[in-house]
């Protein structure tokens, strides 16, 4: 499977602040999303990073709060923009691996993002 | 949207003992995905399913697809005090075009006493 880097690893951040969360990857994939784990909760998606095109969200989630960008086929980035403490949370980055209609999803280590 | 339910929430038990988790759903899913996380860490994929009925073990994990695609279960057999962590069922439904979007059941806690 791809091995998958985020950086940071976590940050601190005030509020009204913004933050870019990078993900990449050491082969070439496909697909790449991007989910939200908040505490103590399970994973909800937040979008899929399309490269060369708009990232698809998810309901409950919109491009002005999280804008996505994916330049090529193993890089993305998630902003978290005008943070508030609901938006502490873990983020993180996954890709796919597929073979037919088969999809596997392999995870990063993920963003522990605390806002103040 | 697509739920799944996962039982039990959590769990408490004794090394070597047998553990068994399982997810349902009132949705048919095409992949059933088994993950494991550790604290300050992402999740871990253990075991993926893609047949009805498909049976598959990986160590002494053991995990089904269950026949009518709504359900699943893990079980971990000899549990070791590392086997402890969060574990997460998911499902994936394909919709066509590039739609593999996964649902995840809301976790099993799971501790091991030595």
Avoid: H
């Amino acid at each position: 499977s791809a091995v998958i880097s985020q950086k940071p690893s976590r940050d601190i951040c005030q509020r009204g602040t913004s933050l870019t969360i990078q993900c990449q990857v050491d082969s070439q994939v496909t697909m790449m999303f991007w989910y939200r784990q908040q505490p103590g909760q399970s994973l909800t998606l937040i979008a899929t990073a399309n490269q060369g095109s708009e990232a698809t969200y998810e309901s409950g989630f919109v491009i002005d709060k999280f804008p996505i960008s994916r330049p090529n086929l193993t890089f993305s980035t998630l902003t978290v923009s005008n943070m508030s403490p609901e938006d502490s949370s873990i983020y993180l980055c996954s890709v796919g691996e597929r073979g037919g209609t088969y999809n596997t999803q392999y995870f990063g280590p993920g963003t522990r993002l605390t806002v103040l | 949207g697509q739920q799944l339910n996962q039982s039990p929430q959590s769990m408490f038990i004794q090394e070597g003992e047998d553990v068994s988790m399982n997810c349902t759903s009132s949705s048919i899913f095409n992949t059933w995905l088994w993950y494991k996380q550790d604290p300050g860490e992402g999740p871990v994929l253990l075991i993926a399913l893609y047949k009805a009925g498909e049976l598959t073990s990986n160590g002494r994990l053991t995990a089904q697809f269950g026949i009518t695609r709504k359900d699943s279960f893990l079980n971990i057999s000899a549990s070791i005090p590392s086997d402890v962590g969060i574990y997460f069922c998911a499902g994936q439904s394909y919709s066509g075009g590039s739609n593999y979007k996964l649902t995840f059941g809301k976790g099993t806690l799971l501790t091991v006493n030595p």
